[in-house]
Nanobody, 123 residues
């Protein structure tokens, strides 16, 4: 089993920045994929950014150029630096993981999930 714990959410104004963290613990495989998802009320869960242990990254078009995902392998922690935030970025943000490498942002492909952290961007 793998446990994921997110932190760093909060409320900011348009144009502000936040940094989310997700600490992984437990039976962490040598190869894994970690993803940040988000879900706004009444909307489907959306994959935002993905990173492999090899540091390959993938972003959703909606956040390219504004969000940066990074990974500290020594700390088993993945980060999401969010800049130039917009009201439409308001959502619950979840960290997810799976064993092995994958370049998919589809939520059903991930079997380990954190509890989520709320991000609210006001205009």
């Amino acid at each position: 089993q793998v446990q994921l714990v997110e932190s760093g959410g909060g409320s900011v104004q348009t144009g502000g920045s936040l940094r989310l963290s997700c600490a992984a613990s437990g039976d962490i495989d040598d190869k894994y994929t970690m993803v940040w998802f988000r879900q706004a009320p009444g909307k489907e869960r959306e994959g935002v950014a993905l990173i492999l242990k090899t540091m390959i990254k993938l972003y959703a078009d909606s956040v390219k150029g504004r969000f940066t995902i990074s990974l500290d392998n020594d700390k088993n922690t993945v980060y999401l630096q969010m800049n130039s935030l917009k009201p439409e970025d308001t959502a619950m943000y979840y960290c997810a993981a799976r064993r092995g490498y994958s370049l998919t942002l589809q939520s059903e492909q991930y079997n380990y999930w954190g509890q989520g952290t709320q991000v609210t961007v006001s205009s």
